[in-house]
């Protein structure tokens, strides 16, 4: 994963990730067109596929809605990398595949605009445009395999279809 850092703070919940009044569809692109809007109204003008997502503590408190991380998934961010999350959006990131990384020294040091790489087979964020490193826990291997295979339904599909062979 590389691209350039959005930069945001600490407690973005998550009506400001995706705002209540679109929560009436279910249209990823549309839902992805709305990302952040609240906080940066050009945020989807300006972010482009790749980028990634740095901020504070408790990225993605407020409601257990699975848009937001849905939103952000959709709208071509490769990750979010923070200094913690809220439970149930970490949950929700990581049962439909969006790769979410706690890394409080990174978010600490990482500058909007940076050109930062994750390297996920080194626990490692290269920030390209500082050449600082930093390390991260990585996750679990079941967690990375639910995330490599889009999500938890995706998941467990493969995992049901590859039963079925083996039988």
Same mark, same amino acid.
């Not at 679109?22 to 972010?47: G, Q, R, V, W």
């Given at each position: 994963?590389?691209?350039?850092?959005?930069?945001?703070?600490?407690?973005?919940?998550?009506?400001?990730?995706?705002?209540?009044?679109?929560?009436?569809?279910?249209?990823?692109?549309?839902?992805?067109?709305?990302?952040?809007?609240?906080?940066? *109204?050009?945020? $989807? %003008?300006? +972010?482009?596929?790749?980028? /990634? !997502?740095?901020?504070?503590?408790?990225?993605?408190?407020?409601?257990?809605?699975?848009?937001? *991380?849905?939103? $952000? %998934?959709? +709208?071509?961010?490769?990750? /979010? !990398?923070?200094?913690?999350?809220?439970?149930?959006?970490?949950?929700?990131?990581?049962?439909?595949?969006?790769? $979410?990384?706690?890394?409080?020294?990174?978010?600490?040091?990482?500058?909007?605009?940076?050109?930062?790489?994750?390297?996920?087979?080194?626990?490692?964020?290269?920030?390209?445009?500082?050449?600082?490193?930093?390390?991260?826990?990585?996750?679990?291997?079941?967690?990375?395999?639910?995330?490599?295979?889009?999500?938890?339904?995706?998941?467990?599909?493969?995992?049901?279809?590859?039963?079925?062979?083996?039988?």
């Amino acid at each position: 994963m590389k691209g350039t850092c959005w930069k945001f703070g600490d407690n973005i919940n998550t009506d400001e990730i995706i705002p209540a009044r679109y929560l009436n569809t279910i249209n990823t692109k549309e839902l992805a067109s709305h990302c952040m809007e609240d906080i940066d *109204p050009n945020f $989807i %003008k300006k +972010a482009k596929g790749g980028d /990634v !997502i740095v901020a504070g503590d408790n990225f993605g408190c407020g409601s257990s809605r699975e848009h937001a *991380p849905i939103a $952000i %998934k959709a +709208a071509g961010i490769s990750c /979010v !990398i923070a200094k913690s999350f809220a439970r149930i959006f970490f949950r929700n990131a990581i049962n439909i595949g969006l790769p $979410i990384f706690e890394c409080p020294e990174a978010v600490e040091q990482i500058q909007e605009g940076d050109e930062i790489e994750i390297d996920l087979a080194t626990a490692e964020i290269l920030n390209h445009t500082s050449k600082k490193k930093f390390k991260f826990e990585p996750f679990p291997r079941e967690m990375q395999e639910i995330i490599q295979a889009g999500g938890l339904m995706n998941f467990v599909k493969k995992n049901i279809a590859h039963s079925k062979n083996a039988l």
